[in-house]
């Protein structure tokens, strides 16, 4: 196939591009050369996605099999793109999100509930993330009627992550020592390896396929417990997970989530988040690799040079909780265990009397 990316330079997009020039198509790039470098392979068309006269140089006179574009977060940029490659691809393949659905059961959601009321014009004023993304949908859509490819991922994770969930868990593992872990080993996660997903929407632009689909992995396909594991075997530092009750770090002021990464305790805020339903997609070729191998090669990529922090996250608070942070209250946890271990010895003590 003849493929245009829109991005492709970071994370779930480099994950595409190495594997479309795998497979052996052909590959071009159009993104301005800031993120990272183009992969040796591919070609590299330099414009900006909000430019309309950059969109136009990109299309004049050629042609792609698909266009697939991993950095739509404004629908009317989004809306731009579409309008300048139509007649120029055959299909537009968009990676929106999973936060695109507005209606979160605890079930989790799939795709057939509705996704927010964002127009495909809208702009990022006062419009948060996930509503943009289901405008950005609604722009392809509109200009790609039953030749748009919408996936939407869950939580993603892989070599190159560029959020920083779980390279900071492994940072923070491979420091060795004792390291604070939320609630229960056995509370179950779900995850998707980037690569997973760029096999699987590769796998249906050969085949001709459109639609919908919710990437988001196997429901409950790893727990905290063997996640952790994995970054304790990875890292090989020896650490010691001391899990503390969910309560008690939220007493102390850790917040789920952001600065205990991947940590969803049963908040209605979190209601479905490791519950979405990738069905439609497994039933049509999603294969998902075990947890301990994304772990594994997250750690090599780690290792090998990091994770450079894209334009679009700088400026927002990094993920992860403060060393400080994490001692004192790691100390707060001992000291509680030790109090509750004293007093559970002390009506054995009065039996003996
Ligand atoms: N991480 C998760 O857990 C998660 C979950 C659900 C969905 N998602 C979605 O997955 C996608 C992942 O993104 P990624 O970072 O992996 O994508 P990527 O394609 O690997 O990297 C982003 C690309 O966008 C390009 N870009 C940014 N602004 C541009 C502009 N104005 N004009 C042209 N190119 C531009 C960057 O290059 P330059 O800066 O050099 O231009 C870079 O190549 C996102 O759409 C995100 O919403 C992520």
Excluded at 242 to 255: N, P, S
Excluded at 331 to 352: C, E, G, I, K, M
Aim: glycine share 12%.
């Amino acid at each position: 196939m003849k493929i245009l990316f829109i991005g492709g330079t970071v994370f779930l997009g480099r994950a595409l591009v190495d594997e479309a020039l795998r497979r052996g198509h052909e590959v071009t790039l159009f993104n301005r050369g800031q993120a990272g470098p183009t992969p040796s392979g591919a070609e590299a068309v330099r414009g900006d996605r909000g430019n309309e006269a950059a969109l136009r140089a990109l299309a004049e006179g050629r042609t792609w099999d698909c266009v697939i574009d991993t950095c739509g977060f404004e629908p009317r940029a989004v809306q731009r793109s579409v309008r300048a490659l139509t007649g120029h691809a055959d299909v537009y393949a968009f990676v929106s999100s999973f936060h695109a659905y507005s209606d979160w059961p605890a079930t989790g959601v799939d795709e057939s509930l509705p996704r927010h009321t964002c127009a495909s014009d809208a702009s990022p004023d006062d419009v948060p993330y996930n509503a943009l993304k289901a405008g950005c949908e609604r722009a392809v859509e509109e200009g790609f009627p039953g030749r748009a490819l919408i996936v939407n991922p869950g939580i993603i994770v892989g070599p190159g992550e560029n959020v920083g969930r779980l390279p900071w868990w492994l940072e923070t593992i491979a420091h060795g020592g004792r390291v604070l872990a939320p609630g229960s080993p056995d509370r179950a996660v779900q995850l998707i390896d980037a690569r997973d997903i760029a096999d699987f929407m590769l796998d249906r632009l050969a085949e001709g396929g459109t639609g919908r689909y919710l990437t988001t992995g196997v429901q409950g396909n790893t727990t905290m417990g063997e996640l952790l594991g994995a970054c304790v075997d990875a890292t090989g530092a020896g650490t010691e997970l001391v899990w503390a009750d969910e309560q008690f770090l939220q007493d102390h002021g850790v917040a789920p989530w952001t600065e205990v990464p991947l940590w969803a305790p049963d908040i209605p805020e979190m209601a479905g988040i490791w519950a979405s339903s990738s069905a439609k997609a497994l039933a049509e070729g999603l294969r998902c690799r075990p947890v301990a191998e994304t772990v594994a090669d997250t750690w090599r990529a780690l290792s090998e040079g990091g994770c450079p922090r894209p334009k679009y996250l700088q400026g927002k608070t990094p993920v992860g909780l403060a060393e400080d942070k994490h001692d004192t209250v790691l100390a707060a946890w001992d000291d509680r265990r030790s109090q509750a271990t004293a007093q559970q010895r002390l009506p054995d003590a009065s039996a003996r009397q």
